[in-house]
């Protein structure tokens, strides 16, 4: 059965510090993993996809990396901003209807 | 162009009453995927619909949970007889495509249903 684990659970940084989020999982056997941010009080955000082929995507300030045969996926997120707090989501698809999540990142940028 | 579609917001019921989910997804698309997320604990998927069929509802408990997606109006995610235990978020996705392999279309999900039960 596939568990995914997301290390730390809560993050604070000072605004402009560089930061990694880590996703580990435990069943290689994935389509695609993804990293989704959820605000208080709202719905989820897609970040950033990776296919099971590829090794990393990068859009503005996110870069996420995807090392299948050891079940892990890093979130680096540059010069952070106030406005990226959050809780970071990192879900693997493992099936067509499948998405298996953990349990999220708290992320606060202090100003 | 809205996103998808979730009401109410919050939802309250006392233990032994019925609750309604409504969502309607992202225009255009006809994949619909519930999840539940429990209080400090990841989303769970419940169940998978395209319209007017349940592809999968792996997830979802045999008792008292039911959904549907008719072919016009909203998917309905019904909870009979809540208990204090199905108080969570419910959120529902929807994608334009099957989400198989090679896929690369996200899904897009709405603000949530709270569901506070009494």
């Known amino acids: 059965k596939q568990e995914v684990t997301q290390i730390p659970a809560a993050l604070s940084v000072p605004e402009g510090e560089n930061l990694v989020l880590n996703c580990s999982f435990t069943d290689s056997a994935i389509y695609n993993l993804q990293w989704f941010r959820q605000d208080p009080g709202k719905g989820l955000t897609s970040l950033l996809l990776?296919?099971?082929?590829?090794r990393e995507q990068t859009s503005g300030r996110l870069n996420a990396s995807l090392d299948k045969s050891s079940g892990r996926s890093t979130l680096y997120i540059a010069a952070s901003q106030p406005g990226d707090s959050a809780t970071y989501l990192c879900?693997?698809?493992?099936?067509?209807?499948?998405?298996?999540f953990g349990t999220g990142t708290r992320l606060t940028v202090i100003p | 162009n809205a996103g998808v579609m979730q009401n109410p917001r919050h939802l309250v019921r006392r233990r032994g009453q019925e609750a309604r989910l409504r969502c309607s997804p992202m225009?255009?698309?006809?994949?619909v995927y519930w999840y539940r997320q429990l209080p400090e604990e990841g989303l769970k998927f419940m169940v998978y619909l395209q319209k007017e069929n349940i592809i999968d509802e792996s997830g979802m408990p045999k008792e008292r949970f039911s959904a549907e997606f008719p072919k016009e109006g909203p998917s309905i995610l019904r909870i009979q007889q809540v208990v204090r235990g199905d108080s969570a978020a419910y959120f529902c996705?929807?994608?334009?495509?099957?989400?198989?392999?090679?896929?690369?279309?996200?899904?897009?999900f709405g603000n949530g249903t709270r569901l506070t039960v009494t």
């Open positions: 996705a929807s994608s334009l495509t099957d989400q198989g392999p090679g896929d690369n279309s996200p899904l897009h």
């Open positions: 225009k255009g698309h006809s994949h």
């Open positions: 990776i296919q099971s082929s590829q």
């Open positions: 879900a693997v698809r493992a099936g067509a209807n499948n998405l298996f």
